[in-house]
């Protein structure tokens, strides 16, 4: 069965780095677009990046961009969200997300992992 | 990018119910469109799809409607279950999701 399990969830200064991963398994990690999406605590679910299934094209969410990169490592069959410049309002929980269909780019997210905390505090 | 809103914020509502949440989109975002249910410590979960294809598993009491810039979703006879938060979505250009509708018992 498809599961997303994310890590790397931590507390971090203002200013601080950090990576989380996604690890993937149940399915062909490689033929799908992966998401990591975003919700603040208490509030509501905010999308921050976007790669192609094969590696090619990555989009952000305006406020993210030139911090956040995302990438996926196919041999290890797992997504990154590599973060830089952490700021306050990037607390939330994250989590990774499958794009329903392969080899596409379009489509609604139909597999979820647990998610991983993210605190930005000093 | 494209902005969605949700109406109601919250709705309040009875087992057996029939309730209607409206999506809007600040453009049009053609049918893709898509609908999410997240509990309470949950993972948010796929519903609908392409404005009104139902996703494997979900009970037919849910239902998808609209285009362009105007969307429902619809839950028929209202399950202790539903109770929960839903959030639509547009994918047509990037991705956006709504502020979300809190819906709980009357």
């Known amino acids: 069965q498809v599961q997303l399990v994310e890590s790397g969830g931590a507390v971090v200064q203002p200013g601080g780095s950090l990576r989380l991963s996604c690890g993937a398994s149940?399915?062909?990690?490689?033929?799908?677009?992966m998401h990591w999406v975003r919700q603040a605590p208490g509030k509501g679910l905010e999308w921050v990046a976007f790669?192609?299934?094969?590696?090619?094209?990555?989009n952000y969410l305006d406020s993210v961009k030139g911090r956040f990169t995302i990438f996926k490592d196919t041999s290890k069959n797992t997504l990154y969200l590599q973060m830089n410049s952490l700021r306050a309002e990037d607390t939330a929980i994250y989590y990774c997300?499958?794009?329903?269909?392969?080899?596409?780019?379009?489509?609604?997210?139909?597999?979820w992992g647990q998610g991983t905390l993210v605190t930005v505090s000093s | 990018d494209i902005q969605m809103t949700q109406s109601p914020s919250t709705l309040s509502a009875s087992v057996g119910d029939r309730v209607t949440i409206t999506c809007r989109a600040r453009?049009?975002?053609?049918?893709?469109v898509a609908w999410y249910q997240q509990k309470p410590g949950q993972a948010p979960k796929l519903l609908i799809y392409?404005?009104?294809d139902l996703e494997s598993g979900v009970p037919s009491r849910f239902r998808g409607s609209g285009s362009g810039t105007e969307f429902t979703l619809t839950i028929s006879n209202l399950q202790p279950d539903d109770f929960a938060t839903y959030y639509c979505?547009?994918?047509?250009?990037?991705?956006?999701f709504g502020p979300g509708t809190r819906v709980d018992i009357k």
């Open positions: 997300a499958r794009l329903q269909y392969q080899l596409l780019v379009r489509g609604g997210f139909d597999y």
């Open positions: 149940g399915f062909k990690f490689s033929t799908y677009g």
């Open positions: 790669i192609r299934y094969d590696g090619t094209t990555q």
């Open positions: 453009q049009s975002v053609s049918s893709w």
């Open positions: 392409k404005t009104s």
């Open positions: 979505q547009q994918y047509n250009s990037l991705f956006t």
